[in-house]
């Protein structure tokens, strides 16, 4: 009798299950909306992290200054920049125990804003170059892709905040011309400062330079 039990909750079970094809589709469904909550989390980090930088640059330009210690950049850009793209056509050259001074968290908010300007810029397929080294007493991050460019009479002028160029309305790209006035605060607050690179015929290359730091 209780083998019979068991084989009869054992035959409901099974006629109760449904099958493979009927569950794919909330399989599915699950895996698009915790890729949709992910990529939905790491905007809303964005936005705080950058809202966070604005806030401080508006009350005191002096605060990103004084949050000054000592990291590895070169971990920073190789590990969790790359994690942030992964975008096939980005391309990283980091040299290796790389470290600066200053606020870590501000100089990937600039370095992000860098490569997200150059990823709105271009087209979809086109590379986009990350570089990291150190020349000479500077250490020296640049940005590189070969998009829309910027024109010659608008480069003085890009760094001021609320600045659209013309380049902006062509693509179609939004924005408040926020993101490099926000770069060169963060830049120039750790003793740096941030260039484009006029020699170019295509594309747009932006160079951050900063202070060498003496680990001895």
Do not use: W
């Amino acid at each position: 009798c209780h083998r019979d039990s068991i084989c009869f909750i054992f035959f409901f079970l099974m006629i109760r299950r449904p099958p493979r094809s009927t569950l794919f589709p909330y399989t599915t469904l699950f895996r698009s909306y915790k890729k949709s909550l992910l990529l939905l989390k790491r905007q809303t980090q964005r936005m705080i992290n950058v809202v966070k930088a604005l806030l401080i640059i508006a009350e005191d330009k002096n605060k990103i200054a004084e949050e000054k210690s000592i990291f590895n950049v070169s971990k920073l850009m190789s590990q969790e920049l790359s994690k942030l793209y992964d975008k096939k056509n980005i391309y990283y050259n980091i040299e290796n125990n790389i470290y600066l001074k200053g606020n870590s968290e501000y100089l990937f908010i600039a370095i992000e804003n860098l490569v997200d300007n150059a990823i709105k810029y271009s087209e979809k397929n086109s590379v986009i170059n990350i570089k990291l080294f150190k020349k000479a007493n500077n250490i020296i991050v640049s940005v590189e892709d070969f998009g829309k460019g910027i024109l010659d009479d608008e480069k003085e002028r890009i760094f001021e905040r609320f600045y659209r160029g013309k380049s902006s309305e062509e693509v179609g790209v939004k924005g408040y011309g926020l993101g490099l006035s926000l770069v060169q605060s963060i830049i120039n607050s750790m003793g740096g400062k941030v260039i484009i690179d006029n020699k170019r015929v295509i594309g747009t290359k932006f160079i951050i330079k900063l202070p060498v730091v003496n680990m001895q």
